[in-house]
């Protein structure tokens, strides 16, 4: 009944960083579907032996206390997952729009992510459309942001610039400020830098956001 996904560098934590880094990220971050079907794999599997044990009348007071505490360290790790889920859900559809016109926030989501922000933001223009857009002067029926009038722009993208908290897993290699300045970033160090100067740290898996 050991629950091996908590052991040390194991999915769980893999995931409980990308699920830390996905919150404080403005941008949509790489999908990790492999790793989210594992665990899911192995917590069905978990689930399925609790209940078999519970429903065993051979199972001692002494292994309905364990199967209890196992029970409860399922449903910590379903709320890792749905609360990861639910985080890209809320990034994917706030920016449903940009990401069907961006070919390399495409490549990050999963085939079933794509699918969902194309069918957002179609039913959002159709919305718009019906309830305001069609009531304008032609030359204002847009939402993109090629036509001028739009100020700030209709279609809502990310803001990279955005500070967030940075803390190095390993010596990083110096980053760029936006002021040109140069930063080490130290194994240990945390620093508040705007997110496109450690994006690549990120995804490389040399840092991480707090």
């Not at 399922?74 to 449903?96: D, G, N, P, Q």
């Not at 990279?160 to 002021?179: E, G, I, K, S, W």
Request: net charge negative; glycine share 2%.
């Amino acid at each position: 009944m050991d629950v091996d996904i908590t052991e040390p560098d194991s999915p769980l934590e893999q995931l409980t960083r990308h699920w830390i880094n996905e919150r404080h990220a403005p941008d949509i971050l790489p999908a990790q579907e492999a790793l989210l079907s594992s665990i899911l794999d192995h917590l069905r599997r978990q689930s399925d032996a609790v209940q078999l044990l519970r429903g065993d009348p051979s199972t001692s007071d002494d292994e309905h206390l364990r199967i209890t505490l196992v029970q409860l360290d399922i449903e910590r790790v379903k709320f890792i997952v749905r609360s990861y889920v639910r985080t890209r859900l809320f990034k994917i559809e706030k920016y449903a729009r940009y990401i069907t016109s961006n070919a390399d926030i495409q490549t990050r989501l999963t085939a079933a992510e794509r699918d969902h922000a194309s069918r957002h933001a179609d039913l959002t223009d159709r919305h718009f459309n019906f309830s305001v857009l069609q009531s304008l002067p032609e030359p204002q029926r847009h939402l993109d942001d090629e036509t001028p009038y739009y100020m700030p722009p209709m279609v809502s993208a990310p803001d990279v610039t955005r500070p967030v908290f940075v803390h190095a897993l390993v010596d990083c290699p110096p980053v760029v400020l936006p002021d040109g300045t140069r930063h080490e970033m130290l194994k240990g160090h945390i620093s508040l830098t705007p997110f496109s100067v450690v994006e690549h740290l990120i995804a490389r898996g040399e840092a991480e956001l707090v």
